[in-house]
């Protein structure tokens, strides 16, 4: 699963074995990465808690939309996981099979809207230029209607998968096997 | 302060303006990083609460390799925030203000051993190319001693740059001036 | 299909109209890029006998490995078109849908033996840096086993995605949606 | 000639034979890439068809402006084959020396009307960044007067040179010493 | 001081001498990179007259103004040696050490006014992508009230670093001490 | 001739008057670049001196290596200006107009010997990635027979085009037309 020998808790803790339990409801799998973070329970604790606040939180944008946000910035980085595990989120959540590939391969050739092209172009060039980002980038986010909150909301979001990708690249992590089939219902005619 | 019109809460929440309060004591000041944070309570708690255990918990790094890695991820981010912040922490733990200097201009020219340059040169690739991380450079790590646990952490550290780097990007984050003066002793004979 | 407002001709010469439908009955569809094409009987014919001379004669190197190399050439120009034609075609004829998605993030993730990875290597840096090609990088290809006749081989189609990537972006070619669901079936456990 | 050991057809089937006879009539040499693909008849035939449909049938681009693709996109892949080989009848065609070294070291240095200085932007920027081609990309070649036919021509030659390029690369080929000193008339005044 | 064995003139010749007493008595230290020149008279004399006529010289940029391009510059090339060297020129002839320090991290962070914002745009493009130059790059900094002579001279001053820094980068040139302490007086409020 | 309005002085110093008339007599013509300084008489002075030095003065490098080191840095750089010139150079002093079009190109094609090759692999990766420069990279010049003193006048020369090549492409420099045409005997059989 990852090409470090890190064991996981064994037993683990109560709330780690509840998460996971919650988990397998809500998704029918254990999410890899959570199971990578398994070897010690404070950074379990603190990755996950900063995780759903970052993608799970009340915010001008949508969930999908922090998906899309996940893909696009895994697609700059090449990141095989995280291309693997949000490019399902996307499928499902937006129940358009085609929107996940073609965000995951480039984004520039999906139908998007305004809206979201001005966030994803905002997502790819901090993430490939973040020296370059000046305040017409911002400018360009609040022409098409984000508010200063959301802007922050993007920033987190693609920043925290800059993050997300490399501690999946340092480790050779592997996604689970479930989320290459998911959200794989006939594609839109 | 930053470039998006986020006011801190106010009044700060009790264990917010308790932290705020222990910044001072310790450090002499509240970092702007920490204000930026301060508009949504629990945006703050669990950002707070992660960087904790990624920089202080217990780690085979010491405090100041955790502080020399961000360095050096923030220099090839270029990321002025970060390389005044934690290049003037470099500055105090190591007492040498040219080792701050030399890695926040190119790590290449400083003078280090072969442990840190082994852990400098991961925490580049895995910030410029993470999609080209392969077991080579897990080895070239355990071959100067790392363990799985310690790779882990380095990891986790260079990639927590790479997102605190894009969030201080996209905001525009102004480090606190009184950075810039701390550890500037006299320079080793 | 195209940004380009070219009509196919009407009527499709004899020789067009009987290859789309051996498209028909084989692949059950005309793939678009084909479509693209009959805008000019003589670009189609040279075109699509060019096409089959590299991916569909004799060679040692097997129809799934072209395929293979056509998606990994297309990772590295992030072509939308061809990611997806050629994707779903490392999932039908391997018949492993992981494969064909690990390819299209990052070969280097891919689960590979020495004789693949090499292939896919000089692939992607003949992609990405043909000026810096050598002697070397031949000699890899050598060392696993390849004869001058496949590195040629190798070339050829590496070279021919590197065109057909970009004749796809410049008109902004969509796949057929079909392809999309094509060897999805369950994941090997 | 090329690095690779690929003996031409002996002796070469009579068509084969006829098209270097034509070669060296016209052009009082055979190119070494015909050489080169003289090892395989189909390669050959399917090669030479293909090449010729996209450099010598009736276009809105003349002959020398598609010599003028190729030796710009293989200034920026600075493909040693392609510039020497393309770069002569870009000062053949043109009758100025000039012109073609000019466009071989930086085409952007170049004396061009709006018209090819449109063209050469497009593939220039076909070749170096695909993935980022969009509608305003073909905007701005049909602002200069090109139809999207010939829009479709400047990427079907930016295209192939793409391939060409790496073909020569991957097999080190090495131009026909008779190039160097093709069209090197006195340079106008 | 430098990785190459190459000793001073001993004795040294008169008028280096007399140059090196100069530059304690004006500067406090005589900066490594003459002690590296020093290994060749004619060298060290054609040097030391090129970069004064470059630095000094009167001219439409002050002395600050160039110094500053000097730092960007060399953040664009991560050159130690001359980051460490000019930016104590920027702190010391601007009084204000956030300048330097800002400037060595990301020009685009600092708080700067057009005209030296466009003079540092255009030194640094000249740098990173020197081939992509044009007419509209002259004519921002025309827009700010550069005259064509001043372009010259930011021109050369960028220039003349793209040469140091890469002296420097060639022979791991260490800059002396004295440097890293230099106008570290406090910070503005 | 160059892109800025800066005449010449008029009348020219005794001095450059002269200098213009060396120029004539040994080379046929007065390089535009020196037409260009010909502004400002302490600028002329200085740039001849420092130029003089660099490519003149006694070496362990040849006056062919020193202009071989120029054309592969102005490769890399795509400087049309200096291609031309220092191209001419490298083919009237080698007699061999293939290694001045090829270096051009790409001078992994050409034909070298050890030696020489890792002089020019020192001098790409000098110009291309300058920080990147480590003792290895010395090493390797060292291991091929190349002095200390020898390393500086490589370094010195491909810095020195570094610059050069700046100063052109700033100031859009033109190249004389006769260069073109030197050192165009026929190709080596």
Chains 1, 2, 3, 4, 5, 6 share one sequence.
Not at 13 to 19: G, N
Not at 117 to 129: G, K, N, Y
């Amino acid at each position: 699963m990852i090409a470090l020998d890190l064991a996981p808790l064994d037993p683990l803790p109560e709330d780690m074995a509840a998460y996971f339990g919650r988990c397998e409801d809500k998704l029918g799998l254990v999410p890899n990465v959570l199971k990578a973070y398994a070897f010690d329970a404070e950074k379990f604790r603190t990755f996950t808690a900063f995780y759903n606040e970052v993608m799970l939180a009340p915010s001008g944008l949508s969930k999908l939309e922090r998906e899309m946000i996940a893909v696009v910035v895994s697609s700059a980085n090449r990141c095989h996981y995280c291309l693997v595990a949000h490019g399902a989120a996307v499928r499902v959540l937006s129940g358009d099979p085609v929107l996940g590939e073609t965000l995951a391969a480039n984004y520039r050739a999906a139908d998007l809207g305004p809206r979201q092209r001005a966030m994803l172009d905002f997502a790819w060039r901090l993430t490939c230029e973040p020296h370059a980002i000046e305040e017409a980038d911002r400018a360009a986010l609040r022409a098409v209607g984000f508010s200063d909150r959301d802007i922050w909301d993007i920033a987190a979001v693609a920043a925290f998968f800059n993050m997300s990708n490399r501690v999946a690249a340092a480790t050779h992590m592997r996604p689970n096997k479930d989320y290459y089939g998911q959200g794989r219902g006939a594609p839109p005619g």
